[in-house]
């Protein structure tokens, strides 16, 4: 199944001030997921950020506010944002959802589970999640594949959404995110 543009939506999961200086690549991290916000915010998709306890481990990056300065923020203190029952309709009422963050092995893991359980269609973006040690970033992803998520990477997102090229909607996107240099 291909992500449609009509049909999806973006969750970023706890990329947040005090965490991310824990995650392995973290400046990768930052910058591949700030790309991928800008490819769904110029699709016209639904951003929603989440944060885990914002009062003690600080909010979401302002780069990735920044980027999408429309979404919506829900704090939780569970580690799924399903079980939290935080997620706006905006984002529920999507049938696929697209995810990103981290941690990979925890909250993205329990998040991509749960959404995967109330029928979702979950495409996880591999190369915009962290966690601390790459193997459970390595095991986080094997887990969600075995449950039904589809493991894509960034590019798939922006041509699935794309859906051809040609036309002044095409170009723009090009030249934003394909030429010069990709994080």
Known sequence: ????????????????????????????????SRWLIGVARDHGLPIVFSEQYPRGLGGTLAALREAAPDAQTVDKLHFSCVAADCLPPALTEKKQIIVCGMEAHVCVLQTVLQLLAVGKRVFVVADAISSRKPADIELATARMRAAGAVIVSREMVLFELLEKSGGDHFKAMSQRYLLGDQP
Do not use: Y
């Open 1 to 32: 199944m291909l992500m449609q543009r009509q049909e999806a939506g973006l969750l970023v999961v706890d990329i947040q001030d005090k965490l991310l200086p824990a995650v392995h690549d973290a400046e990768g991290l930052l910058a591949r």
